[in-house]
Protein backbone atom coordinates (compact mmCIF):
# COMPACT_ATOMS: atom_id res chain seq x y z
CA UNK A 1 0.00 0.00 0.00
CA UNK A 2 1.45 3.18 -0.84
CA UNK A 3 1.96 5.49 2.73
CA UNK A 4 1.93 9.27 2.83
CA UNK A 5 3.31 10.53 5.94
CA UNK A 6 2.49 14.21 6.87
CA UNK A 7 5.01 14.96 9.69
CA UNK A 8 2.77 16.72 12.25
CA UNK A 9 -1.38 16.14 12.87
CA UNK A 10 -1.77 19.11 14.32
CA UNK A 11 0.64 22.56 14.67
CA UNK A 12 -0.08 25.90 16.16
CA UNK A 13 2.48 28.55 15.28
CA UNK A 14 1.90 32.72 15.71
CA UNK A 15 1.73 34.92 13.10
CA UNK A 16 4.69 36.21 11.14
CA UNK A 17 6.34 32.87 11.91
CA UNK A 18 8.01 30.99 9.21
CA UNK A 19 6.36 27.28 8.78
CA UNK A 20 7.18 24.69 7.33
CA UNK A 21 4.85 21.21 6.76
CA UNK A 22 6.50 18.02 5.70
CA UNK A 23 5.11 15.17 3.55
CA UNK A 24 7.38 11.68 2.37
CA UNK A 25 6.12 9.38 -0.22
CA UNK A 26 6.93 5.82 -0.31
CA UNK A 27 5.68 4.75 -3.76
CA UNK A 28 8.29 6.15 -5.70
CA UNK A 29 5.71 8.79 -6.99
CA UNK A 30 6.83 11.57 -9.78
CA UNK A 31 3.39 13.53 -8.78
CA UNK A 32 3.50 15.20 -5.51
CA UNK A 33 0.63 17.72 -4.38
CA UNK A 34 -0.53 20.51 -1.59
CA UNK A 35 -4.27 21.16 -0.58
CA UNK A 36 -5.96 22.95 1.52
CA UNK A 37 -9.52 21.70 3.16
CA UNK A 38 -11.77 24.66 4.75
CA UNK A 39 -15.51 24.01 5.50
CA UNK A 40 -17.70 24.85 2.51
CA UNK A 41 -14.68 25.13 0.08
CA UNK A 42 -13.67 21.49 -0.19
CA UNK A 43 -10.17 20.64 -1.36
CA UNK A 44 -7.90 23.59 -2.85
CA UNK A 45 -4.77 22.95 -4.46
CA UNK A 46 -1.69 25.25 -3.80
CA UNK A 47 0.85 23.70 -5.35
CA UNK A 48 1.63 20.92 -7.22
CA UNK A 49 5.20 18.74 -8.36
CA UNK A 50 6.05 16.68 -11.07
CA UNK A 51 9.46 15.89 -10.67
CA UNK A 52 12.77 17.11 -8.19
CA UNK A 53 13.27 20.59 -8.17
CA UNK A 54 9.87 21.59 -10.52
CA UNK A 55 6.69 23.33 -9.51
CA UNK A 56 3.57 24.17 -10.37
CA UNK A 57 1.12 26.68 -8.83
CA UNK A 58 -2.04 25.59 -8.16
CA UNK A 59 -5.62 27.49 -7.78
CA UNK A 60 -4.37 29.13 -4.70
CA UNK A 61 0.09 29.54 -4.38
CA UNK A 62 -0.32 32.92 -2.58
CA UNK A 63 1.42 33.25 0.52
CA UNK A 64 2.60 29.84 0.21
CA UNK A 65 6.55 28.22 -1.46
CA UNK A 66 6.96 24.39 -1.53
CA UNK A 67 10.19 22.69 -1.90
CA UNK A 68 11.07 19.44 -3.72
CA UNK A 69 15.15 18.59 -3.16
CA UNK A 70 14.28 14.66 -2.67
CA UNK A 71 11.44 12.51 -4.59
CA UNK A 72 9.93 11.06 -2.13
CA UNK A 73 9.40 14.79 0.11
CA UNK A 74 7.86 17.69 -0.31
CA UNK A 75 7.68 20.62 1.79
CA UNK A 76 4.89 23.09 2.13
CA UNK A 77 6.41 26.65 3.22
CA UNK A 78 4.44 29.27 4.58
CA UNK A 79 6.49 32.00 4.44
CA UNK A 80 4.89 34.45 7.06
CA UNK A 81 2.04 32.88 8.40
CA UNK A 82 -1.11 34.69 8.79
CA UNK A 83 -4.58 33.84 10.87
CA UNK A 84 -6.40 33.16 7.56
CA UNK A 85 -3.89 29.90 7.11
CA UNK A 86 -5.46 28.71 9.81
CA UNK A 87 -6.72 25.39 7.94
CA UNK A 88 -6.57 21.39 7.55
CA UNK A 89 -3.75 20.61 4.65
CA UNK A 90 -3.23 17.78 3.14
CA UNK A 91 -0.56 16.01 1.24
CA UNK A 92 -0.96 13.83 -1.85
CA UNK A 93 0.91 11.29 -4.41
CA UNK A 94 0.70 10.08 -8.05
CA UNK A 95 2.04 8.31 -10.53
CA UNK A 96 2.85 10.52 -13.33
CA UNK A 97 1.35 8.31 -15.52
CA UNK A 98 -2.52 8.36 -17.19
CA UNK A 99 -5.47 9.03 -15.21
CA UNK A 100 -4.08 7.81 -11.59
CA UNK A 101 -6.06 8.65 -8.96
CA UNK A 102 -3.89 10.42 -6.10
CA UNK A 103 -3.20 8.57 -2.53
CA UNK A 104 -3.48 11.43 0.35
CA UNK A 105 -1.62 11.61 4.13
CA UNK A 106 -3.84 12.18 6.99
CA UNK A 107 -3.57 16.18 7.12
CA UNK A 108 -2.16 18.55 8.86
CA UNK A 109 -4.62 20.85 11.23
CA UNK A 110 -2.84 24.17 11.55
CA UNK A 111 -3.29 26.49 13.60
CA UNK A 112 -1.72 30.69 13.40
CA UNK A 113 -2.77 32.19 16.46
CA UNK B 1 -12.33 24.87 -16.98
CA UNK B 2 -12.66 21.19 -15.19
CA UNK B 3 -15.48 21.35 -12.30
CA UNK B 4 -17.21 18.81 -10.49
CA UNK B 5 -20.73 19.33 -8.68
CA UNK B 6 -22.26 17.08 -6.10
CA UNK B 7 -25.06 17.32 -4.36
CA UNK B 8 -24.79 19.70 -1.20
CA UNK B 9 -25.32 17.86 2.54
CA UNK B 10 -25.70 17.40 5.02
CA UNK B 11 -27.12 13.85 4.30
CA UNK B 12 -28.97 11.94 7.28
CA UNK B 13 -29.94 7.83 6.96
CA UNK B 14 -31.13 5.23 8.96
CA UNK B 15 -29.13 2.33 9.04
CA UNK B 16 -30.26 0.27 6.55
CA UNK B 17 -31.59 2.65 3.85
CA UNK B 18 -30.34 3.38 0.48
CA UNK B 19 -28.18 5.88 -0.75
CA UNK B 20 -27.54 8.46 -3.32
CA UNK B 21 -24.83 10.94 -3.70
CA UNK B 22 -25.32 12.79 -7.03
CA UNK B 23 -22.09 13.96 -9.02
CA UNK B 24 -21.83 15.31 -12.64
CA UNK B 25 -18.64 17.51 -14.19
CA UNK B 26 -17.60 18.95 -16.83
CA UNK B 27 -14.99 18.77 -18.34
CA UNK B 28 -12.32 17.90 -21.83
CA UNK B 29 -11.71 15.26 -22.98
CA UNK B 30 -11.85 11.68 -21.69
CA UNK B 31 -11.14 12.17 -17.69
CA UNK B 32 -11.19 9.36 -14.78
CA UNK B 33 -13.74 9.75 -12.01
CA UNK B 34 -13.32 9.33 -8.52
CA UNK B 35 -15.11 9.30 -5.56
CA UNK B 36 -12.78 8.88 -2.07
CA UNK B 37 -14.37 9.12 1.48
CA UNK B 38 -12.97 11.25 4.37
CA UNK B 39 -13.58 9.54 7.79
CA UNK B 40 -13.86 12.26 10.89
CA UNK B 41 -9.90 13.23 11.51
CA UNK B 42 -8.68 11.39 8.73
CA UNK B 43 -7.11 12.05 5.34
CA UNK B 44 -8.74 11.46 1.89
CA UNK B 45 -8.88 8.22 1.14
CA UNK B 46 -9.55 6.75 -2.64
CA UNK B 47 -13.05 4.49 -2.27
CA UNK B 48 -13.84 3.60 -6.23
CA UNK B 49 -12.60 4.83 -9.72
CA UNK B 50 -13.65 4.17 -13.18
CA UNK B 51 -11.53 5.27 -16.55
CA UNK B 52 -13.67 5.35 -19.24
CA UNK B 53 -17.48 5.45 -20.36
CA UNK B 54 -19.75 2.78 -19.20
CA UNK B 55 -17.31 1.80 -16.35
CA UNK B 56 -18.54 0.77 -13.02
CA UNK B 57 -16.29 1.24 -9.96
CA UNK B 58 -17.44 -0.56 -7.04
CA UNK B 59 -16.22 -1.10 -3.43
CA UNK B 60 -17.07 -1.80 0.28
CA UNK B 61 -21.08 -1.76 -0.97
CA UNK B 62 -20.58 1.22 -2.91
CA UNK B 63 -21.16 1.54 -6.72
CA UNK B 64 -20.76 4.44 -9.02
CA UNK B 65 -20.98 3.83 -12.95
CA UNK B 66 -19.33 6.32 -15.64
CA UNK B 67 -22.37 8.19 -17.73
CA UNK B 68 -20.58 9.98 -20.50
CA UNK B 69 -24.37 11.01 -22.05
CA UNK B 70 -25.41 12.69 -18.70
CA UNK B 71 -21.61 13.55 -17.91
CA UNK B 72 -22.25 11.78 -14.32
CA UNK B 73 -20.58 9.41 -11.54
CA UNK B 74 -23.63 9.05 -9.12
CA UNK B 75 -22.31 7.17 -6.00
CA UNK B 76 -24.94 4.36 -4.84
CA UNK B 77 -25.22 1.86 -1.50
CA UNK B 78 -28.03 -0.25 -0.69
CA UNK B 79 -27.55 -0.25 2.62
CA UNK B 80 -25.91 1.97 4.65
CA UNK B 81 -24.10 1.43 7.96
CA UNK B 82 -23.59 3.84 11.01
CA UNK B 83 -19.37 3.33 9.52
CA UNK B 84 -20.29 4.97 6.63
CA UNK B 85 -20.87 8.35 8.10
CA UNK B 86 -18.26 10.39 6.78
CA UNK B 87 -17.77 13.17 3.94
CA UNK B 88 -17.86 12.12 0.23
CA UNK B 89 -15.72 13.51 -2.52
CA UNK B 90 -16.06 13.27 -6.22
CA UNK B 91 -13.52 14.11 -8.02
CA UNK B 92 -11.82 14.00 -11.64
CA UNK B 93 -8.68 14.01 -13.15
CA UNK B 94 -7.84 15.96 -16.30
CA UNK B 95 -4.32 17.54 -17.28
CA UNK B 96 -2.82 20.75 -16.38
CA UNK B 97 -1.81 23.23 -18.63
CA UNK B 98 1.92 21.66 -17.43
CA UNK B 99 1.03 18.14 -18.99
CA UNK B 100 0.93 16.26 -15.79
CA UNK B 101 -2.72 15.02 -14.61
CA UNK B 102 -4.51 16.99 -11.61
CA UNK B 103 -7.70 16.42 -9.49
CA UNK B 104 -10.60 18.63 -9.66
CA UNK B 105 -13.04 18.06 -6.57
CA UNK B 106 -16.55 18.62 -5.82
CA UNK B 107 -16.91 20.24 -2.57
CA UNK B 108 -17.87 17.30 -0.41
CA UNK B 109 -21.11 15.27 1.35
CA UNK B 110 -21.34 15.06 4.43
CA UNK B 111 -23.01 11.55 5.41
CA UNK B 112 -24.71 10.59 8.81
CA UNK B 113 -25.93 7.21 9.02
CA UNK B 114 -27.69 6.86 12.62
CA UNK B 115 -28.94 4.03 14.21
Known amino acids: DVKVTQSSRYLVKRTGEKVFLECVQD?????MFWYRQDPGLGLRLIYF???????EKGDIPEGYSVSREKKERFSLILESASTNQTSMYLC????????????FGDGTRLSIL | GDSVTQMEGPVTLSEEAFLTINCTYT??????LFWYVQYPGEGLQLLLK?????DKGSNKGFEATYRKETTSFHLEKGSVQVSDSAVYFCALSGKSGAGSYQLTFGKGTKLSVIP
Open chain 2, 27 to 32: ATGYPS
Open chain 1, 92 to 103: ASSLIIGNQPQH
Open chain 1, 27 to 31: MDHEN
Open chain 2, 50 to 54: ATKAD
Open chain 1, 49 to 55: SYDVKMK
